[in-house]
Antibody
Framework: EVQLEESGGGLVQTGGSLRLSCTASGFTFSAHWMHWVRQAPGKGLVWVSRINRDGMNTPYADSVKGRFTISRDNAKNTLYLQMNSLRAEDTALYYC????????????????WGQGTMVTVAS | EILLTQSPGTLSLSPGERATLSCRASESVSSKSLVWYQQKLGQAPRLLIYGASNRATGIPDRFSGSGSGTDFTLTISRLEPEDFAVYYCQQYGSSPTFGQGTKVEIK
């Protein structure tokens, strides 16, 4: 069964740091781009960052650029998100998401989602 | 950044009725890049439609997507009880963005 399991969330003070992990199973992790998407309580979905298969291309949303770092360890089937200088507005459920490329249409989509890990930033 | 505006914000319908959800982009979006997701309360989102009109694996054929340019539509032909949820459109570009969501609720 294809699965993504996030961990590492919790309560942190403003300005603090946290490292999220996402362990993948049931598929060839190294073959897929991966993303982090977040959702503040009662709000919509916001894309955070993406990483390509070898970890060399890592775009970020403007709201987290310079503070968050996405990385991956293909040998451990694990995706990471290092979050520094956390702010109250970073409070959200953070989803680890698999990217799938459909070669018949030349399309990409987020086809597998974890259950999320909650990050709460308090002053 | 491409902004996506979904309408209506809430759609109140009865089981068996047809649901039509709209997603309008602030600039033209490639049809290859338009995606729809469903999110039920307390659950992670689920992929429904990719490339504007292609159903993802396991998605029933009562779900269909259409549109091009700046205007896209998700249609649920006959609502089943399990379809009452929030639906998000997404443009998959270099910096992906989501619409704010349309809630389909039971009337």
């Amino acid at each position: 069964e294809v699965q993504l399991e996030e961990s590492g969330g919790g309560l942190v003070q403003t300005g603090g740091s946290l490292r999220l992990s996402c362990t993948a199973s049931g598929f060839t992790f190294s073959a897929h781009w991966m993303h982090w998407v977040r959702q503040a309580p009662g709000k919509g979905l916001v894309w955070v960052s993406r990483i390509n298969r070898d970890g060399m291309n890592t775009p970020y949303a403007d709201s987290v650029k310079g503070r968050f770092t996405i990385s991956r360890d293909n040998a451990k089937n694990t995706l990471y998100l290092q979050m520094n200088s956390l702010r109250a507005e970073d409070t959200a459920l953070y989803y680890c998401v698999r990217d799938k490329y459909y070669d018949t249409t030349g399309s990409n989509a987020f086809d597998v989602w974890g259950q999320g890990t909650m990050v709460t930033v308090a002053s | 950044e491409i902004l996506l505006t979904q309408s209506p914000g809430t759609l109140s319908l009865s089981p068996g009725e047809r649901a039509t959800l709209s997603c309008r982009a602030s600039e033209s979006v490639s049809s290859k890049s338009l995606v729809w997701y469903q999110q039920k309360l307390g659950q992670a989102p689920r992929l429904l439609i990719y490339g504007a009109s292609n159903r993802a694996t396991g998605i029933p054929d009562r779900f269909s997507g259409s549109g091009s340019g700046t205007d896209f539509t998700l249609t649920i032909s006959r609502l089943e009880p399990e379809d009452f949820a929030v639906y998000y459109c997404q443009q998959y570009g270099s910096s992906p963005t989501f619409g704010q969501g349309t809630k389909v609720e039971i009337k």
